[in-house]
C-alpha cells in the first residue's frame, strides 16, 4: 500500500485529506472546494482548480466516505474588462455584477455570467465531474451570508490590522514578471483587488450602487449599534442603509473567500501559484480564516500553469482562450483527464492542439496495452484508472480504438467521406476487419475535428489526380526498379501491418539485405530517399502522412497508376 500512495499523488492527498477532516469534523461529510469566476472563457488553465479537487474528492468517494466538492462561481464579482471579440460598448458593464452584465450579442443565456458558465457545465458532465454549485450572486442577495458579513464589519480593525502585516510584504515580495504568468492571474480576484482600505477608514464590505448598478462605491461610515452604513458612488448618489437588510453588496476578495472557508468547513482546496506570495489573498486568508472567523484554513497543493503549446499561458479574461469544450472536440474525456491526472499539481504542462496530439494518443494507447497485459507500473496504473472512470463508473470509451494518427489521415485523405473512410478501415486489418464507423468512434469524431479544426489548407493531404509525367520520365534504374517490387507486392500487403512490412522491406531488397536486418546508416538513407520518392509521387511533397496509411486511403489501383503502373 505505502508504494502505490508513493506513486500516486491523489492517493497521497486523499489520505492527508481525511485525517484531517476527522480531526476538525469527525462523522461529517468531507468537503472539498473549487472556486471559477465565469468573467470569459474558463479556459483549461482553470480547469486544473476543478480537475485537482475532483481527483481527491472521487478517490475519497471511492473508498466509500461522504465527500462533496463544491464549485463556488464568483458570479458576483465585478466586470472587470471587455474580453476581445466582444462588442466594445460593454464597457458601459464595468463595475457590475457578472450577473448584472448582459451575455455577450447572439447568447441564448440570461447574463454575462450564465452564457460563459454554460460550456463548462456540459463538458463536467462529459469528463464525469459531480459538484454541488454554488452561486455567490445567489448567495450574497439571498443574505445567507448576513451573519458573516456582520461579523467581519465588527471585526474590521483587527482585519485591517492583519492585512497590515502583509502590506509592506507586499510590496518588498517578488512580482510576477513573466508575461505568461501575468496573464494567467489576470481575473483571478488576487492580484489586484480592493482590499477596502478608505480615507475615511476600513471596510471589509463594498456595496453596489442601488443607482448605477456598479462598485464604484466607497463606504464613509458604518455603525455597528444599528449596522447603518453610509457610501458615496462615483456616478454622484449616495445613501445610508442598514446592513443588517441590504443584500446587494460583498466582500472584499481577501476576506471573501476565509469567510467561505469557515462558512462552508471546507477541507481541501487547491490554489494557483499567484496565491503564493507574501500579500496573496491565500496566504492573508489563512490568517483571516483563525483570527476572524475562528476556523481553520483548508489544506491543499500550489497548482502550477498549465498552457497551450505554442501559445502564451491563459487568461480567462481573453477573448480565443481553449477551454475544456475546445479540448473535448478533438480529445476524448479519458484522455483530457489523463493529462491532469499524470502531472503532480506543482508541475506545469502543456496541452497540444497540434500535431502532438497525436503522439500523447500514441502515449495514452501504449498505456492502455501495458494496463491490459499487467505491466503497467503503479503510478501509471493508478492514472489510468482514474482517467478512464470515477467512483461513479467508467467513462465511455471507443470500442475499436484505432490509433488517432491512423484516424486524422484517413480523414484528411478522404475528407471525411464515410464510404471512403470505411473501407481503409476494413483494410487496416483483413483478418478482423472494423464493420461500422460507430466502433471506431468518438475516437473518429475526435480525430475528423482535429482535421477540420487544426489543419491549414497547405498542411492538408490531396493525392494526385493525374500521375508525375515528368518525374516518372526521370526516374533512374533503380528507381524503376524499387517502385515495380512496390507495386508488386500490394495485393499480397494489402493490410497496414502488412504495406509496413512492404514500404520498410523494398529498399532492403534493393540493398540485397535479410527481412529481419537491422537498421544501418546505409539503410535509413536509403528507406527515407524511397519514402520521399513515393510522396512525390503520390501526393507532391516530400513527406506526408504515414506510407502505409496513405497507400490503404489512395486505393491499390490508383497506387499502381500514380508510381508509374498500369
Known amino acids: 500500500m505505502a508504494q502505490a500512495i ?33 468573467s470569459g472563457p474558463v479556459h483549461l488553465g482553470n480547469q486544473r482548480e476543478l480537475m485537482t479537487p475532483h481527483l481527491v474528492a472521487d478517490e475519497i468517494k471511492r473508498r466509500g466516505r461522504e465527500v462533496r466538492h463544491i464549485l463556488s462561481w464568483d458570479d458576483f464579482d465585478r466586470f472587470r474588462k471587455v474580453p476581445g471579440g466582444i462588442d466594445p460598448s460593454w464597457a458601459e458593464h464595468i463595475g457590475k455584477p457578472l450577473t448584472a452584465v448582459p451575455a455577450p450579442a447572439g447568447s441564448d443565456y440570461p447574463n454575462w455570467a450564465e452564457h460563459f458558465k454554460a460550456p ?6 462529459k469528463l464525469g465531474i459531480e459538484v454541488t454549485a454554488i452561486s455567490q450572486t445567489a448567495m450574497y ?56 482600505g478608505t480615507a475615511s477608514g476600513y471596510y471589509p464590505y463594498k456595496p453596489y450602487c442601488q443607482d448605477c448598478g456598479k462598485d464604484t462605491t466607497t463606504v464613509t461610515a458604518y455603525d455597528d449599534a444599528t ?3 453610509t457610501y458615496t458612488c462615483a456616478c454622484g448618489h449616495s445613501e445610508t442603509v442598514l446592513l443588517s437588510e441590504f443584500n446587494y453588496g460583498k466582500l472584499v476578495w481577501k476576506v471573501d473567500w476565509p469567510m467561505r472557508w469557515a462558512y462552508e468547513g471546507v477541507v481541501f482546496e487547491p490554489s494557483g501559484v499567484d496565491h503564493s506570495s ?33 501559445m502564451a499561458k491563459m487568461s480567462s479574461s481573453r477573448g480565443g482562450v481553449p477551454t475544456a469544450a475546445d479540448a473535448l472536440e478533438i480529445m476524448e474525456p479519458p484522455l483530457l483527464r489523463w493529462l491532469y491526472a499524470r502531472r503532480r499539481p506543482n508541475q506545469s504542462f502543456d496541452i497540444a492542439f497540434d500535431q502532438e496530439v497525436q503522439r500523447l494518443y500514441d502515449e495514452w494507447d501504449g498505456l492502455t496495452t501495458r494496463v491490459e497485459n499487467g505491466t503497467a507500473s503503479t503510478g ?21 480504438p484505432v490509433p488517432y494518427r491512423t484516424l486524422a489521415s484517413i480523414v484528411d485523405i478522404t475528407t471525411g467521406n464515410d464510404d471512403q473512410t470505411l473501407r481503409i478501415l476494413r483494410d487496416l486489418d483483413p483478418a478482423d476487419p472494423v464493420k461500422d464507423l460507430d466502433e471506431t468512434r468518438p475516437r473518429l469524431d475526435c480525430a475528423s475535428n482535429w482535421v477540420r479544426t487544426q489543419l491549414t489548407p497547405d498542411e492538408r493531404t490531396r493525392v494526385r489526380e493525374e500521375p508525375d509525367a515528368v518525374l516518372l520520365d526521370g526516374l533512374d534504374d533503380d528507381q524503376r ?13 494489402w493490410s497496414l501491418d ?67 503502373g498500369s
Open 6 to 38: 508513493d506513486a500516486d499523488w491523489v492517493a497521497r492527498f486523499a489520505d492527508e485529506v481525511i485525517v484531517e477532516a476527522d480531526k476538525r469534523a469527525p462523522g461529517k461529510p468531507i468537503v472539498c472546494a473549487s472556486g471559477l469566476s465565469p
Open 120 to 125: 463548462l457545465v456540459e463538458a463536467m458532465g
Open 141 to 196: 442577495t439571498s443574505g445567507a451570508y448576513r451573519g458573516q458579513i456582520l461579523h467581519a464589519m465588527s471585526q474590521r480593525a483587527k482585519i485591517d490590522e492583519v492585512l497590515g502585516r502583509y502590506r509592506t510584504k507586499k510590496k518588498a515580495g517578488k512580482a510576477l514578471t513573466n508575461p505568461d504568468e501575468v496573464a494567467a492571474a489576470e481575473g483571478s480576484g488576487a492580484a489586484s483587488e480592493d482590499d477596502g
Open 227 to 229: 449596522t447603518a452604513l
Open 278 to 310: 507574501p500579500g496573496s489573498s491565500f496566504v492573508v486568508g489563512s490568517q483571516l480564516v483563525r483570527e476572524i472567523f475562528d476556523a481553520e484554513p483548508p489544506i491543499g497543493p500550489m497548482y502550477a500553469f498549465v498552457g497551450i503549446k505554442g
Open 380 to 400: 501509471d496504473l493508478a492514472a489510468y484508472g482514474r482517467s478512464a472512470a470515477t467512483a461513479a463508473g467508467p467513462l465511455p470509451l471507443t470500442p475499436r
Open 481 to 493: 526498379r524499387s517502385l515495380a517490387m512496390l507495386r508488386a507486392g500490394l495485393q499480397d500487403h
Open 498 to 564: 502488412g504495406l509496413t512490412t512492404l514500404v520498410y522491406g523494398v529498399p532492403k531488397q534493393m540493398l540485397g539485405l535479410p527481412a529481419d536486418v537491422k537498421p544501418t546508416p546505409e539503410l535509413k538513407v536509403a528507406q527515407r530517399s524511397f519514402f520521399a520518392l513515393l510522396y512525390r509521387l503520390l501526393i507532391g511533397k516530400e513527406t506526408g502522412p504515414r506510407l502505409p496509411t496513405l497507400l490503404l486511403a489512395t486505393g491499390a489501383d490508383r497506387v499502381r497508376e500514380l508510381l508509374g
